[in-house]
């Protein structure tokens, strides 16, 4: 019900935009995050969106670097990460969340997607 894509091997510095496809019924209400989970680490909340999109969150780690958005009407979440680091290197989860609100634990989500990978070199 999401597929997240986008992913890819980048220089330090360097942009990628994620994006993740959605279906109506996962999408419609919900709010929405994205979160990543290095090896060995748990995984990280990176930043959320409510159903309006007036709402948003960020990690601090991606504060000024990464911007979330959704567009309903495609029923599409994404990421757009710039000044990327190697420390952003993790798989990038893409979830829906229980209701319109976009919470940054991951108990809070109903639905996610099967991870896209972002590796940062230096």
């Known amino acids: 019900q999401l597929q997240a894509s986008g992913g890819g091997l980048v220089q330090a510095g360097g942009s990628l935009s994620l994006s993740c496809a959605a279906s109506k019924r996962t999408f419609s209400n919900n709010g929405m995050g994205w979160f990543r989970q290095a090896p060995g680490k748990a995984r990280e909340c990176v930043a959320t969106?409510?159903?309006?999109?007036?709402?948003?969150y960020y990690t601090d780690s991606v504060k000024g670097r990464f911007t979330i958005s959704r567009d309903n009407a495609k029923n599409t979440l994404y990421l757009q990460m710039n000044s990327l680091k190697p420390e952003d290197t993790a798989v990038y989860y893409c979830?829906?969340?229980?209701?319109?609100?976009?919470?940054?634990?991951?108990?809070?989500?109903?639905?996610w997607g099967q991870g896209t990978e972002v590796t940062v070199s230096s």
């Open positions: 969106i409510s159903w309006s999109g007036g709402i948003t």
């Open positions: 979830a829906a969340a229980l209701g319109p609100m976009g919470p940054i634990v991951p108990s809070g989500y109903r639905y």
